[in-house]
């Protein structure tokens, strides 16, 4: 990878802007601040750009590829952009015991994808993430910004009829 000639851009929300500068100054090496950032952006963007990888680098004053070691050696970072719809199963405890797994598979089964890839039409990405905080309501599923919660094998049928019936209203 190439140090680029001129400034590389994201498009993130300004709020992810204003808490990656404050992160930054948590740190008394700019450099530590390598890993959060590559969450924050991920977060926000789905995935992690070569761009991103840039910006990073230029915003912490590293090389690209000082922040390219860190993306390829951690496995939960994305080089790819996800689908318009972001399906996280939780696996933590509780959600395993109650059937996180199996809804997960299911999911992958509903969209004809594998986990971590993304639906043949783009439309769904399928992953596992760890607690979600409503352990109490086990298995649940964060869909972009909202909890689905005790989703089951009858509630994943559900959900998914539902996103393809989302799909198919914008097209
Ligand atoms: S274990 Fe799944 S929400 Fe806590």
């Not at 496995?75 to 509780?94: N, Y």
């Not at 890839?117 to 439309?123: L, N, Q």
């Amino acid at each position: 990878m190439s140090t680029p000639t001129s400034s590389p851009s994201v498009n993130l929300k300004p709020e992810t802007l204003a808490r990656i500068d404050e992160v930054i100054t948590h740190y008394p090496v700019k450099r530590s601040a390598t890993l959060p950032l590559l969450h924050l952006i991920q977060e926000d963007a789905g995935y992690i750009s070569e761009d991103a990888i840039l910006w990073i680098a230029q915003k912490l004053e590293l090389q690209p590829i000082n922040v390219l070691e860190v993306v390829t050696f951690y496995p939960m970072f994305r080089r790819a952009p996800i689908g318009r719809r972001h399906i996280k199963v939780c696996r933590t405890l509780s959600c395993a015991l109650l059937g996180g797994y199996k809804t997960c598979e299911n999911f992958q089964k509903e969209f004809n994808t594998t986990l971590g890839a993304t639906s043949p039409d783009g439309e769904v990405t399928v992953d596992f993430v760890e607690c979600l905080a409503s352990c109490g309501t086990a298995p649940v599923v964060l869909i972009d910004e909202t909890l689905h919660e005790k989703v089951d094998a009858a509630r994943v049928k559900q959900i998914s009829a539902q996103i393809r019936a989302e799909a198919a209203a914008r097209k």
